[in-house]
Each structure stands twice: as structure tokens, then as C-alpha cells.
């Protein structure tokens, strides 16, 4: 996917830096960033590396830089959820982004909030690191 990102970035003429590593122990500076975004990739980690990932987030991003996560939500249909589940796979609908701002208050977030986006699919989180 880096390299997908790279040519449309490349193609959009944006001068773009592409780094890779682990959330859990990100490379940056205490206080280096005004926005975090994550989609689609927090349901791929085990509970313990989304808390120590979400720790990791709050301690690069500046006082009052904010997180904003986009995930799968699961279908309140169970049918539709068995569905979903066998189209997109299982393991995609096993964490449930509902269970993500308790994780994101104990990080030490603050202004947590969540709820639906356009997709039928997909479900925000958001948080702001206190400060400013």
C-alpha cells in the first residue's frame, strides 16, 4: 500500500514522506504532529498493541492534536452480519470500533467522541490530546 500511496501522491505532484514502522513504538519526537488519522487498520491489532499503539499516538501528537480513527463498525443486523463477515472476512468485524474511546480515555485522550459516517460500514472515533 506504501507503494500504491506513492504514486498518487507522485501523480498529485505532493511532496509526501512514506515511513513504516510499528505502532507501538513510533520513531517520532514527543509532540511532533497536529493530526493523527487512522483507517482501516486498527481492527487488525490485538487489544494490547491498540493500547499501547493509542499511548504511542498520544505522546507524538502536539497539546490539543487530535486522532481521528475510521474503522469497521459491525452490522446491527445479525444477518447482515454473518454476511459481512463472509464477504469481507471474520477477523475484519471482530473488533467492534464501539470498544475504542473507553481505550482512547485511558491513553489520556480527552473529547472523545464517536458515531456513524456515510458508509454503512464504517464508524468514526475521535480524540484530542489535552493541552491547548
Same mark, same amino acid.
Given at each position: 500500500?506504501?507503494?500504491v500511496?506513492?504514486?498518487?501522491?507522485?501523480r498529485?505532484?505532493l511532496e509526501?514522506?512514506?515511513d513504516v514502522?510499528?505502532?507501538? &513504538?513510533?520513531?517520532?519526537?514527543?509532540?511532533?504532529?497536529?493530526?493523527?488519522v487512522?483507517?482501516l487498520?486498527?481492527?487488525?491489532?490485538?487489544?494490547?498493541? =491498540?493500547?499501547?499503539?493509542?499511548?504511542e499516538?498520544?505522546?507524538?501528537?502536539?497539546p490539543?492534536?487530535?486522532?481521528?480513527?475510521?474503522?469497521? =463498525?459491525p452490522p446491527?443486523?445479525?444477518?447482515?452480519?454473518?454476511?459481512?463477515?463472509?464477504?469481507?472476512?471474520?477477523?475484519?468485524?471482530h473488533?467492534?470500533i464501539?470498544?475504542?474511546?473507553?481505550m482512547? &480515555?485511558?491513553?489520556?485522550?480527552? &473529547?472523545?467522541a464517536?458515531?456513524?459516517?456515510?458508509?454503512?460500514f464504517?464508524?468514526?472515533?475521535?480524540? =484530542? =490530546?489535552p493541552g491547548?
Amino acid at each position: 500500500m506504501i507503494e500504491v500511496a506513492k504514486k498518487n501522491a507522485s501523480r498529485s505532484e505532493l511532496e509526501v514522506v512514506f515511513d513504516v514502522g510499528l505502532i507501538e &513504538e513510533l520513531v517520532f519526537p514527543d509532540a511532533t504532529f497536529d493530526i493523527v488519522v487512522s483507517r482501516l487498520a486498527i481492527h487488525h491489532l490485538p487489544e494490547d498493541l =491498540k493500547r499501547r499503539g493509542f499511548a504511542e499516538i498520544l505522546r507524538v501528537l502536539k497539546p490539543g492534536g487530535h486522532l481521528l480513527i475510521a474503522d469497521f =463498525k459491525p452490522p446491527a443486523n445479525p444477518i447482515l452480519n454473518h454476511i459481512t463477515s463472509a464477504l469481507v472476512g471474520s477477523h475484519m468485524m471482530h473488533t467492534n470500533i464501539w470498544s475504542l474511546p473507553p481505550m482512547l &480515555e485511558s491513553a489520556g485522550f480527552v &473529547e472523545i467522541a464517536s458515531g456513524p459516517t456515510r458508509s454503512a460500514f464504517l464508524a468514526f472515533v475521535s480524540g =484530542k =490530546k489535552p493541552g491547548i
